[in-house]
């Protein structure tokens, strides 16, 4: 069951770069993504077993990730087939600056987007530490490819940026991984396996400065991967450069998996009683994520890296949740999954703006309403989605985390990312709204546009979610995310 | 033996101060080179009195991909993509050796406060493991060149393999992955990239790569 999960789009990648027709390739493409959906959703009726030699679990902590990477796939897989149909091959000219590129061979793109899916549902079952790490690896060198898909050198230079950076930082959690093994090694005398659980039973025995190094490391490592500032550099270059339907998968589920990694080890860190240790640091990094991002935010004149730094806003947010724990904790979990159906909402949104204006530059985009009104009005809702209005699920979830801030007489924090957060709102709103209305000076009225059922399908999903999960949270999914918090050491 | 694996952990730290001192590509990966084959005794020395086919392959395996294969890929990426024979820093050399140093007195002390358990076979291991990763980092960040940064990359790489033989040797399969992995992004993944990048532009000098700016 739980490999079938990884091995399916592993198996369809395969085909995918063997096979030269396009329709069997965007068939794969979709039927892989439906497959992943149903076993994962079936998960939540019936609990899967481990495999792999328990190598593989599924535990509470990685069931609501789990099930937000199905559902967000299979809302890009449909939107991707639009996108694919679009991108006509053969030479095309750069609407920038005006030279001529091609794009990847289709093959290479399916592929990699679907062995992307599969390496993202390793991170999530991954039990062992070591393969966790491996899994984050690969999911690197998956994603790499889907970020060059246009060959020109916009996209190389975001390309070699997110591969050096993350590299690096997954190099340095690789050696968090080591100060593990050291501080796991002189507990226990002999080798024993870095598996979360075993680790996390015996973890009283655990070398504590050791235990302290890892956890260093491995926040450093992954927090690259995941874009805590002042880490997130790769980040905003990555999610302008790459197709919109790739950026969305970015925001949306690669940083969950990179959240996941860093949950993992502060799992160990609460059960060897470094809980509050851990968290100091979360605190800080989360904070000062939410700052840099509301700085940035203001002075962003491309929407699509206004909406990669909303990112490193709500990474900012998850972090700073977990480390308040107790209600706060619950409440980054919950946010987890609202953020990231809001965020591939707003990008595949962002696509379709892409190409019918044809620039990145907020400034030139005027009258979506007009010109495309689905698309615009899915983009004011999203709008309010991301920013944590009512009545949509993040308002719920922000609301936890400032109630986690005040329950614990933590004022300054509590009073500050209120402030950074209507900073932000008053950032993202003024120049979104600006986007969506205002009269579109190329526009000369005549017929409107029909927007394809597939560009404007997805989005609209993946929005309703969100705005379900604020009028109404299902009592599987409250319960599985409190016993996600009891493990991270929340009451 | 502690001797001699002393020896070689002096050795590696001078292969590092050549590396930010130097200023021709060639002879930076020759450095890294020899550096790589140094690499393979660390992890022989380490264990010395107790070989076993585990070591024995983590040995051989780190000095042919480190020492032999690596260099080649990048003498050959050197060649097709026709770039003048410097590394270009942004930082100075006689500064970069200085920064290098201050790496590794930072590492010293760093070192002495994280108590080895079981006691190391050499007390020089980690802070030459951890100053031979701060020397990657420098390089990385110091460098104008797609190539040298993935040669302070490489160096990078081999801080954590000296870590990982001389400290982490016991954990199951940890060593391994990182040999594994380093396989994988530096021929793959940089080998073709760099390769992209000197099609692109005809050059591998990453400030071309600045369009992406606030």
């Keep these: ?46 609990p899967p077993g481990d495999a792999w030699g328990g190598a593989l679990h599924l535990d509470a902590i990685g069931q609501p990730f789990l099930s937000v990477l199905s559902g967000l796939f299979l809302a890009a897989a449909v939107y991707a087939v639009g996108y694919l149909r679009r991108e006509s091959p053969g030479l095309r000219e750069d609407f920038l600056e005006g030279f001529r590129f091609t794009n990847a061979p289709e093959a290479v793109f399916t592929g990699c987007l ?52 993350c590299s690096v930082g997954i190099g340095l959690a690789l050696l968090g991984n080591f100060f593990l093994a050291v501080a796991a090694s002189s507990a226990y005398g002999g080798s024993i396996p870095l598996s979360v659980h075993v680790l996390c039973e015996r973890a009283a025995a655990l070398h504590a400065p050791w235990l ?107 972090a700073l949740g977990v480390g308040l724990g107790g209600t706060a904790a619950f409440g980054a979990l919950l946010h987890a999954v609202n953020h990231s159906f809001a965020k591939a909402m707003l990008f595949l949104l962002a696509g379709n703006i892409l190409a019918a204006y044809r620039t990145k530059a907020a400034a030139e985009v005027r009258g979506v309403l007009r010109r495309i009104p689905v698309t615009g009005v899915l983009w004011l809702a999203g709008l309010l989605a991301i920013t944590g209005s009512p009545p949509f699920g993040t308002f719920v979830s922000e609301l936890l985390i400032l109630r986690g801030a005040v329950e614990q007489g933590r004022f300054w924090i509590a009073g500050s990312y209120l402030a950074l957060l209507t900073v932000i709102f008053v950032g993202m709103a003024a120049t979104m709204t600006r986007m969506a209305q205002g009269s579109d000076p190329e526009w000369t009225g005549g017929a409107v546009p029909r927007e394809s059922a597939v560009a404007i399908g997805p989005p609209l999903a993946l929005g309703l979610v969100v705005l379900a999960l604020g009028m109404y949270l299902p009592p599987s999914l409250d319960a599985v995310l409190h016993r996600a918090a009891q493990a991270l050491g929340a009451g | 033996m502690r001797a001699l694996l002393d020896t070689l952990m002096v050795l590696l730290t001078f292969t590092n101060l050549r590396l930010l001192g130097l200023s021709r590509i060639n002879a930076s990966i020759r450095t890294v080179a020899a550096q790589g084959v140094l690499l393979g005794f660390v992890a022989l ?116 393999y000296v870590f990982g033989v001389g400290v982490a040797y016991e954990a199951p399969a940890l060593v391994e992955m990182g040999i594994l992995l380093d396989v994988f992004v530096a021929v793959f993944v940089m080998g073709i990239t760099v390769f992209h990048i000197a099609r692109e532009f005809d050059s591998i000098d990453t400030t071309r790569l600045a369009a992406l700016k606030e």
């Design chain 1, 114 to 165: 679907l062995f992307f899916l599969s390496t993202m549902t390793l991170v999530i079952l991954s039990e062992n530490l070591g393969l966790l790490w491996i899994a984050v690896e690969a999911t690197t060198l998956s994603s790499a490819p889907l970020i060059y898909f246009h060959r020109h050198h916009r996209s190389l230079e975001a390309t070699w940026k997110y591969l050096m950076i």
């Design chain 2, 45 to 160: 020395a380490a264990h010395a009195g107790h070989w076993n086919a585990r070591i024995l392959i983590v040995a051989a395996v780190g000095i042919a991909i480190k020492g032999i294969a690596f260099p080649v890929l990048l003498f050959r990426a050197l060649r097709a993509a026709k770039i003048r024979r410097e590394v270009e820093p942004f930082v100075g050399y006689i500064p970069s050796v200085l920064a290098g140093m201050a790496a590794f007195l930072i590492s010293l002390w760093v070192a002495a406060r994280l108590p080895l358990p079981g006691g190391p076979a050499s007390d020089l291991i980690v802070p030459t493991a951890l100053s031979t990763m701060l020397v990657g980092l420098l390089l990385i960040v110091s460098r104008k060149k797609a190539l040298s940064q993935a040669l302070g990359y490489l160096v990078f790489e081999n801080g954590i």
């Design chain 1, 212 to 318: 302290k190094g890892a956890f260093i490391f491995l926040l450093v490592g992954y927090g690259t991967k995941m874009g805590l500032a002042p880490l997130h550099t790769w980040l905003p270059d990555a999610h302008s450069e790459a197709p919109s339907v790739v950026s969305a998968l970015l925001s949306g589920a690669l940083l969950n998996c990179a959240f996941l990694g860093i949950l993992r080890i502060f799992q160990i860190c609460v059960a060897a009683g470094l809980g509050s240790y851990a968290q100091g640091y979360l605190v800080l990094f989360g904070m000062v994520s939410i700052g840099l991002a509301a700085a940035f935010l203001l002075a962003q004149r491309d929407y699509k890296r206004l909406l990669a730094y909303s990112s490193v806003e709500h990474m900012g947010i998850l």
């Design chain 1, 1 to 46: 069951m739980l490999s079938a999960l990884i091995l399916i789009p592993a198996a369809a990648a395969a085909l995918c770069f063997f096979t030269r027709s396009t329709s069997l390739r965007r068939a794969l493409l979709f039927g892989a993504a439906a497959c992943h959906a149903a076993l994962s959703a079936s998960t939540w009726f019936h």
